[in-house]
């Protein structure tokens, strides 16, 4: 189990949970395409859509909206089409800063991630210079709850690879192959969770003072407000008065 996180970082993830739900639906909208696109739409044998459509429900978007993607995915509707792509580099602090973007015009994304990046006296890099410094994994959240024994318990029976918890939060990291099969289990036992996502995750972290830490956050809010951006990933760490 890892040792205790720091409450600054637990409340910085929150606050970037929260912020995400405002461009829900867009964002899921885009993911639901390219789910489709690269898997197909049967969800049942399409893990990623499966686990877009999961988010896109939850957060009430109506099934026409959720069909209407996938037929855009699959060639069976017309639409925007949509390309992944990443893009990697440093903030003028040093932090390491992975950007997930889902986009129909390439040159417009790259120009306003290489803006926001400059703006902020940060440097992009080509692909790979920081993504080493991560892994994928799968991350499900609880913010507030009074069974993190129980929680715990089980998702070590299920091959959690970590277990970060302070208080009453709970974070359970996964291998990507047992993600989905951790998420079960815990709905299956009404351990209902916050959030959970496949992320990048830096375990090796960079500690901001509180100066340079403002003008970090402010990079990130600049980037996470592109319309075309999906996620940001970083290895920062932030001091407790943040």
Same mark, same amino acid.
């Given at each position: 189990?890892?040792?205790?996180?720091?409450?600054?970082?637990?409340?910085?993830?929150?606050?970037?949970?929260?912020?995400?739900?405002?461009?829900?639906f867009?964002?899921?909208?885009?993911?639901?395409?390219?789910?489709?696109?690269?898997?197909?739409?049967?969800?049942?044998?399409?893990?990623?859509?499966?686990?877009?459509?999961?988010?896109?429900?939850?957060?009430?978007?109506?099934?026409?909206t959720?069909?209407?993607?996938?037929?855009?995915?699959?060639?069976?509707?017309e639409?925007?089409?949509?390309?992944?792509?990443?893009?990697?580099?440093?903030?003028?602090?040093?932090?390491?800063?992975?950007?997930?973007?889902?986009?129909?015009?390439?040159?417009?994304?790259?120009?306003?991630?290489?803006?926001?990046?400059?703006?902020?006296?940060?440097?992009?890099?080509s692909?790979g210079?920081?993504?080493?410094?991560?892994k994928?994994?799968?991350?499900?959240?609880?913010?507030?709850?009074?069974q993190?024994e129980?929680?715990?318990?089980l998702?070590?029976?299920?091959?959690?690879?970590?277990? *970060?918890?302070?208080?009453?939060? /709970? @974070?359970?990291?996964?291998? +990507? !192959?047992?993600? &989905?099969s951790?998420?079960?289990?815990?709905?299956?036992?009404?351990? *209902?969770?916050?959030?959970?996502? /496949? @992320?990048?995750?830096?375990e +090796? !972290?960079?500690? &901001?003072?509180?100066?340079?830490?403002?003008?970090?956050?402010?990079f *990130?809010?600049?980037i996470?407000? /592109?319309?075309?951006?999906?996620?940001?990933?970083?290895?920062?760490e932030?001091?407790?008065?943040?």
């Amino acid at each position: 189990m890892a040792g205790h996180s720091k409450w600054a970082n637990i409340q910085h993830r929150k606050k970037r949970q929260d912020a995400k739900r405002g461009k829900l639906f867009t964002k899921l909208i885009k993911e639901i395409t390219v789910a489709a696109r690269e898997g197909g739409g049967d969800a049942g044998s399409n893990p990623r859509l499966r686990l877009a459509l999961d988010k896109a429900f939850s957060g009430n978007m109506n099934k026409d909206t959720v069909e209407k993607a996938i037929n855009r995915g699959t060639g069976n509707l017309e639409g925007a089409s949509y390309e992944e792509i990443r893009y990697e580099g440093y903030s003028s602090s040093g932090i390491a800063v992975i950007v997930d973007c889902v986009t129909d015009n390439k040159n417009r994304t790259v120009a306003d991630v290489r803006h926001a990046f400059s703006k902020y006296s940060g440097n992009m890099g080509s692909s790979g210079s920081v993504s080493y410094l991560f892994k994928n994994i799968g991350i499900i959240t609880y913010y507030e709850t009074n069974q993190a024994e129980e929680i715990i318990d089980l998702a070590i029976e299920n091959n959690a690879i970590d277990i *970060i918890q302070e208080d009453k939060y /709970l @974070e359970i990291h996964t291998d +990507t !192959k047992d993600y &989905l099969s951790v998420i079960k289990v815990l709905k299956d036992n009404n351990f *209902i969770f916050d959030s959970a996502e /496949l @992320e990048m995750y830096a375990e +090796t !972290k960079i500690q &901001l003072d509180s100066e340079l830490a403002e003008i970090f956050l402010k990079f *990130i809010d600049a980037i996470e407000e /592109l319309d075309d951006v999906q996620n940001v990933y970083t290895n920062a760490e932030y001091p407790d008065n943040i």
